[in-house]
């Protein structure tokens, strides 16, 4: 596809259940982050992939939350135990440079309700 | 650069006057800045992005403005439009060598036709 890909767009879950959220970045990005943005306020970074390495997750509020990018191309967000608190929009964005001044594209994002 | 409150300010302009949105950074050790468009339901959407080494940088109809002593970022976007109606965003990137960016509170344009 020519963009980020993000599924499913839109997730109702209870809480204590668990989610995945999906990503597909432009094809041959390098860089890829995630970031949760909450109602009303700018997107927060949460975590960092350079191919399959997570370099930086520093902004993962908790351990119930988990992300992977096995080959290095789509990631997938886990978030385990859900709370209310966790009802945001979760945004993903891939980028081609490892480092420099490369423009983040971001995908539309999922949105999570939690009940 | 954390953004804080459930508020965000609005700037509402008349179709086809110039606007400024403004934002302040917190890093001094920020060495690039992206201005993002987000219209709703959507994700952020690029800009104009600007080096630290530089103080103006212009683009189609939008300039950024970057003052590096009081830490201060504005966007110009000349005439205008309804389709211009969205939250703006300035983002930094500090010293991590990631390009995790971090993003400011936003700012509410209304274009009024």
């Known amino acids: 596809g020519a963009g980020v890909s993000q599924s499913p767009r839109y997730k109702v879950a209870k809480r204590g259940q668990d989610v995945a959220l999906r990503c597909d970045p432009i094809?041959?990005?390098?860089?890829l982050f995630w970031y949760q943005q909450a109602l009303g306020q700018g997107p927060e970074f949460l975590t960092y992939f350079q191919n399959e390495a997570q370099l930086d997750k520093s902004g993962l509020p908790s351990d119930r939350f988990f992300a992977e990018r096995p080959e290095g191309s789509v990631s997938t967000l886990k978030i385990q135990r859900t709370q209310q608190e966790d009802s945001a929009v979760y945004l993903c964005?891939?980028?081609?440079?490892?480092?420099?001044?490369?423009?983040?594209?971001f995908g539309e994002g999922s949105r999570l309700t939690v009940l | 650069g954390e953004s804080v409150g459930l508020h965000l300010p609005t700037l509402s302009v008349q179709e086809g006057d110039n606007s400024i949105i403004n934002c302040a950074y917190s890093n001094s050790a920020s060495d690039y800045f992206i201005w993002y468009k987000q219209e709703s339901g959507k994700g952020p959407q690029f800009i104009i992005d600007?080096?630290?080494?530089?103080d103006k940088r212009q683009g189609q109809r939008v300039t950024v403005l970057l003052n590096k002593t009081v830490k201060h970022l504005s966007l110009q976007i000349a005439a205008t439009q309804p389709g211009d109606s969205a939250v703006y965003f300035c983002a930094e990137r500090g010293s991590s060598n990631t390009g995790k960016l971090i993003f400011g509170q936003g700012t509410t344009l209304q274009v009024k036709p």
């Open positions: 094809s041959g990005h390098v860089s």
């Open positions: 964005a891939s980028s081609l440079p490892v480092r420099g001044a490369g423009e983040l594209f």
């Open positions: 600007i080096r630290s080494n530089m």
